[in-house]
């Protein structure tokens, strides 16, 4: 299976398997069963010296299901642009889009070779829906809106969605710029989605100061005052930069999370 990358090799002879990804760590944090050995022990790394981890990336999960469904139901939006896709696990974008407006028309971007060779899973789509995958890295915005005009219509609003993927920009890379960059492109209407840990629990810092050490990129935590300047210029929906289990929460959820969550998230639209 050729992916078109610059060197020429197939996704297979790009994967790594002997150090952990990112990607794959979240698989597994997330229960799923596509990762390797690295991957795991990366995993329980993060989990024994900060136990909340995987209830951090369930929260997450919750928090991209309810901003899918809000931007389609209440919004009517009908076109995505997911970055950071990571390996397809249960109600992806476009199956929760879909079920309610089955013309949603989904882009997948992610750089981990394995998300390629799982692509396949991702492009089944109901008519006349459509989902496509583009094998590209967020540093590289031009390329992404690029291949994402081949499938969605820019003239028309587009939820761009952006989860634990600006954490892994460090800030010399200028992961504010890089939103900047792919918003300017959307037309008025359209929305960011975005979320991604902080700082504010030393276990989750050490945890991840661990991580980084052993990992193939590294994920850098920011403020939530830091993480609220990504969503500058644009109108933020109630309630805002929360953590991301306050976000449009249902009243009658049955379990209560950890009251210091180490995530915060928010939507908003470009006016």
Known sequence: MSDGSPTGQSAWERIDTTIPHSARVWNYLLGGKDHFAPDREAGELLLRTFPDFAEVARLQREFLIRAV???????GVRQFLDIG?????ANNIHEVAQR?????????????????????????????????????????PDVILQGAAKTLDFSQPIALVMLSIAGQV?????????VDRLMAALSPGSYLVLSDGTNTNPALMEAVS?????????????????????????????PGVVPTPQWRRPSDAWDEPSKLVSAVCGVARKP
């Open 69 to 75: 469904t809000y931007l389609v139901e209440e919004v």
């Open 85 to 89: 896709t990571g390996l397809p696990t």
């Open 100 to 140: 309610t407006a089955p013309e949603t028309r989904v882009v997948y971007v992610d750089n981990d070779p394995i998300v390629l060779v799982h692509a396949r899973a991702l492009l089944t789509s109901t008519e006349p829906g459509v989902t496509a995958y583009i094998d590209a890295d967020v540093r590289n």
């Open 170 to 178: 460090p800030d010399e890379d200028d992961p504010w710029g890089i």
């Open 210 to 238: 661990a991580y980084n050490k052993a990992a193939a990129n590294s994920y850098h935590l920011r403020s939530p005052a830091q993480m609220a300047t990504f969503f500058e210029g644009l109108e933020l929906v109630e």
